[in-house]
């Protein structure tokens, strides 16, 4: 059985891939976490875990 990957969500610290795949046309479209800074895997994990639920936000520290 040969199976095709039509969507890949990548991972990352920066938008640089995100940038970068954008720049040569191998995107069609943007997920959430592409043109965020992400520091902390920690976070994305519960970003993930919790479907989003409160992504966009405001927190004042």
Same mark, same amino acid.
């Given at each position: 059985?040969?199976?095709?990957? $039509?969507?890949? #969500? ?9 940038? =970068? !795949?954008?720049?040569?046309? !191998?995107?069609?479209? $943007? ?8 520091? $902390? ?15 966009? #936000?405001? =927190? !004042?520290?």
């Amino acid at each position: 059985m040969t199976s095709t990957i $039509s969507t890949l #969500e990548l991972i990352q610290q920066n938008c640089d891939p995100a940038a =970068y !795949l954008r720049g040569h046309h !191998l995107r069609k479209f $943007s997920m959430p976490l592409d043109w965020v800074m992400s520091p $902390s895997l920690t976070d994305v994990n519960r970003l993930l875990a919790h479907k989003f639920t409160g992504f966009m #936000e405001l =927190y !004042l520290k």
